[in-house]
């Protein structure tokens, strides 16, 4: 047996090693899913090539792991992209997608490609391109991507929803403390600005209202035998790295653009004498459906190439052809040539899509179809199914050197318009990317109540500044809402042409100042509204809601606009996971008693106000906080509120004291203080068991008076109790029958009395409370003396009283306690709610519900979740649902919070089935609370 062993060994791994070899050709030839170019597939074979280059990178040690998914939906282009350079992807929407939220997609799919010659290992000049397109991509036989792969450590692996980094989601960016990650300021003064925005010129600057950032290269491209780096074999393609930004602004007149930036680096160790930067990409105009009859068209003046439907024909929106949109790429920025200058476009042709002249897998063809100089206007494919291939060249990259590639991808509503947009475009562009945009959306949460949503954000929107116009130009808010995941947010506002622009908010607030009313003049026959003067706030509360539906909202934040340089209002785009959120509101269990917060004056004598209201009830505690002051280093004084529980600073130097709301734990907070010491008239004068009838007038005295934050009281007597202070020869001391009490501190205080009469006051006279600064007498607070309006004059008497009442600023002795009770459960009303209240909604249930949440996109078709939901359950139970017969179906442990009262069932048994029309039995176990048994129906 020992010798059969050994005899089969050698066969045996010839056979594993020939299994091998033959895998990329065997995992090729599994991809492979039809003789038909990929446009054409149906969507169970597009399934079925997804699924297998799944298996393929799973299977490769490549960068194809590290690829993202992004969408850019910053104004009214939205679109999908990718951190391989993509712009729109094959059967995938959006693809520049024009207006926003039309679900009119413009675009298959559309990318860069950087080809260079050079001279391989054998001695050969090749011609190398490296691009990374889904359809007619380069790719090895095994499925391996020759072209672009993203750089892992310009993103964060571990960011959830996985996207490329963006501007307005700082979980997306690459944590790494290390000067080589541009997101890293190493000057950070602590964890808010450790990591910035790598912005155009300046870190931490956000140029657009939405940018994206990644970088990759062409390590993966080993078609060629060219190996650019000389101690790394490993190392292929050309040896180039991108760094690319997408920008766009909301601005009315940049609506339409988005800025594609490449920054393009010879990485490796050799001097690349022949280089080309294109573009490959297939526009769809008309829709996916309607490719067949477009046209293209270049001017090379202005570096643009365009793409337009062929008009009279129809389309897949059932708009008129004028309403189509037109398709154009402008370079805004091309790379130099030997003596410095601009190459800008340099080469165009439109061949079909799937012909050999469109496969930009063939690098030769490429090469030569994008040799400067090469117009091919000829055999452009017009009314036809043409692919866009168009580049500037030739230019040189000598080892670490860079050379810039920026190009605007446009919309517009035919060539003129097309054209303005462009121009838009280059005077941005000429600008460095500076261009009014809209204030930075505020960061909002929502809280689910019992059938209403409470809505809730920063101030962060209020202090924008707008770099183009160097002002804080902050307006106002807007708040929308959504019940179809924001395919719609809320009634359509048309324009004076009768299309869809806009929607109508469900609420909005502005600043007090004198911007209001609609702005004075239209943008294509549509006004914005800047509001009607109402005041800011940070909370809302929407109470038409239905518990158990899944509603969406967003709070945008929008400014001024500059009527006198014809520029628009601006308001902030709408960003999952920033200002917009998803909320469900549902029945608080039986029994429930909201959290609740208290505050006390514990120390002190300010007059100032501290509110505390529960804002989220979920995260209150029950903890005990004290609130104290403190002199900041710019000598104003701020607030700390210290958690005595846990010995955390929950809020460390807060200096809005005017009354602006800011929120922790739960706990939406405002603090107002005094804005001056001064006296409060409706608290001051004669108490009323006074009995003079002499008039009073108080103020502060009028040299050089002194605000003293203190109370104080003129106490009568019949008898001499006092005497005043003589500081001339005109105002000497004289005995008096009053004295002056600084109440607060217990402190009697000296007097000067203006008085013709000395043993009596009578009209005219003044009694000035005194305080010693420098030991020198300092009036603070008078009161002036005169006869009454009507009938007998009284003068002062034993027992008569004049109180004077200061609004008095905090002071570093002042101190709160906010005190806090957490949500809980009372135990007697629980079990009488539990067995009066619960129900099953909706009850029939029937083929269409509210209660069920549209599906994720508005490409995708179906009704939704099916689901029916228990209503006003205890925190702990068991649910179970029968047949009319008895017969168990499901069994559904429910153990949820406080504020939830509500369990669904997915009307599956426990064994994954669907459930049958008729009626159905449920019986709530709810332990000490009691039993519930129950019926409902489900109808056709």
């Known amino acids: 047996m020992k010798t059969t062993k050994n005899y089969y060994m050698p066969l045996f791994l010839a056979l594993i090693i020939g299994l091998f070899l033959c895998l990329p050709a065997i995992v090729g030839a599994q991809a492979k899913i039809s003789d038909k170019p990929m446009k054409y597939w149906s969507q169970q074979e597009w399934k079925q090539w997804a699924e297998r280059q799944h298996k393929l990178q799973l299977l490769k040690g490549t960068g194809a792991a590290d690829r993202r998914e992004g969408v850019m939906d910053g104004n009214k282009i ?92 700082p979980d997306t960016w690459p944590k790494t403390q290390d000067v080589s990650n541009p997101f890293y300021n190493p000057d950070a003064e602590g964890d808010n600005d450790r990591f910035l925005w790598p912005g155009v010129d300046t870190l931490g600057q956000i140029s657009g209202d939405l940018e994206a950032f990644w970088v ?5 491209n080993d078609e060629f035998d060219y190996y650019p780096f000389i101690n790394d074999s490993s190392r292929r393609g050309l040896g180039i790295e991108l ?69 009279g024909s129809g389309n897949d929106y059932s708009i008129p052809w004028s309403e189509l949109g037109w398709l154009g790429f402008k370079f805004l920025e091309s790379p130099l040539d030997d003596q410095g200058n601009e190459l800008g476009l340099t080469s165009m042709t439109a061949p079909r899509y799937a012909s050999t002249e469109g496969a930009p897998a063939t690098d030769d063809i490429m090469w030569e179809k994008l040799q400067p100089g090469l117009f091919d206007e000829a055999n452009i494919a017009q009314e036809a199914d043409n692919v866009f291939l168009f580049g500037t060249g030739y230019f040189s990259l000598d080892p670490g050197e860079t050379q810039q590639f920026s190009i605007a991808v446009l919309m517009g509503k035919g060539l003129q318009d097309l054209e303005a947009n462009a121009e838009v475009a280059q005077d941005i562009y000429n600008r460095n990317y500076k261009f009014t945009k809209a204030p930075d959306p505020p960061k909002v949460s929502a809280i689910a109540g019992d059938r209403e949503v409470t809505l809730y954000w920063d101030t962060k929107s209020e202090d924008s500044f707008d770099d183009f116009f160097q002002v804080k130009d902050f307006e106002g808010y807007k708040i929308y809402k959504s019940t179809d995941k924001g395919q719609t947010w809320g009634p359509v506002i048309t324009n004076s042409f009768g299309l869809d622009v806009a929607f109508k908010p469900i609420a909005q607030f502005d600043n007090e100042n004198n911007v209001e009313g609609l702005f004075p003049f239209d943008k294509d026959g549509y006004r914005f509204d800047l509001g009607k003067n109402t005041g ?147 608290l001051s004068g004669w108490t009323e068991e006074s009995k003079s009838t002499l008039q009073t007038t108080i103020s502060l005295f009028p040299q050089n008076g002194f605000r003293l934050p203190r109370d104080i009281e003129i106490r009568f007597f019949d008898t001499f109790v006092d005497t005043s202070i003589g500081v001339s020869a005109v105002i000497v001391a004289i005995p008096v029958k009053f004295e002056i009490w600084n109440v607060n501190d217990n402190e009697k205080l000296d007097i000067i009395l203006f008085s013709s009469n000395k043993d009596t006051i009578d009209a005219e006279d003044r009694i000035v409370a005194i305080i010693h600064k420098n030991n020198i007498p300092t009036g603070t607070w008078e009161v002036k003396f005169s006869d009454p309006n009507s009938g007998a004059i009284i003068g002062p008497s034993a027992g008569d009283v004049i109180k004077i009442t200061i609004a008095k600023p905090f002071e570093l002795i002042d101190k709160y306690e906010i005190e806090t009770l957490q949500t809980a459960v009372a135990d007697v009303s629980t079990k009488i709610d539990f067995m009066a209240d619960i129900a099953v909604v909706p009850n029939p249930y029937v083929v269409s519900s509210s209660y069920e949440t549209p599906p994720a996109s508005v490409f995708s078709v179906g009704r939704g979740e099916r689901r029916v939901l228990f209503m006003n359950i205890p925190p702990k139970c068991t649910i179970r649902i029968y047949t009319i017969n008895g017969e168990l179906l499901r069994t559904i442990e429910h153990n949820g919070p406080l504020e939830n009262g509500m369990e669904p069932w997915d009307l599956l048994t426990d064994e994954g089935l669907d459930i049958s029309y008729g009626i159905y039995i449920y019986h709530v176990d709810a332990g000490q609370y009691g039993k519930k048994i129950g019926k409902f129906a489900i109808i056709k």
């Open 216 to 220: 990759m290269d062409d390590r993966d």
């Open 243 to 311: 760094t690319c930004r997408l920008l766009q602004f909301s601005a009315a007149p940049a609506e339409d653009v988005i800025f594609y930036i490449i920054e393009i680096k010879n990485v490796s160790d050799k001097r690349l004498e022949k280089v080309v930067a294109a573009m490959f990409g297939d526009p769809h105009i008309g829709g996916p459906g309607d490719f067949a009859d477009d046209y293209a068209g270049f001017n090379r003046e202005a570096n643009m190439v365009y793409s337009w439907d062929k008009e």
């Open 78 to 169: 939205r679109t999908v992209f990718y951190n391989y350079g993509s712009i729109g992807r094959p059967n995938t929407e959006p693809s520049i997608e024009w207006p926003r939220e039309s679900t009119h997609g413009y675009a298959y799919e559309f990318g860069p490609m950087i080809g260079a010659e050079v001279v391989d290992a054998f001695g050969d000049t090749v011609r190398i391109f490296s691009e990374a397109l889904i359809d007619g991509g380069d790719s090895a036989p095994g499925g391996k991507v020759w072209g672009w792969q993203p750089l892992p450590q310009y993103l964060n692996t571990s960011a959830k929803p996985p996207t490329p980094a963006m501007s307005n989601k």
């Open 536 to 682: 800011l706030v940070h909370s809302f509360t929407d109470k038409n809601v239905i518990n158990g539906v899944t509603y969406y909202y967003s709070v945008t934040a929008y400014d001024s606009g500059y009527a006198s340089k014809g520029i628009h209002p601006v308001e902030s785009g709408r960003f999952d996971g920033q200002n917009l959120v998803a909320v469900m509101p549902s029945p608080r269990v039986p029994g429930y008693e909201t959290a609740q917060s208290l505050v006390n004056h514990t120390a002190g004598l300010s007059t100032a106000s501290i509110d505390v209201k529960v804002l989220d009830p979920t995260l209150v505690t029950g903890d005990l906080y004290e609130i104290s002051f403190e002199d900041s280093s710019t000598g104003k004084i701020v607030a700390n509120i210290f958690n005595t529980e846990t010995g955390d600073t929950v809020v460390r130097q807060q200096d809005e004291l005017s009354g602006f709301p800011f929120i922790f734990d739960g706990l939406i907070t405002s603090i107002t203080n005094e804005p001056v010491v001064t006296i409060i008239d409706s």
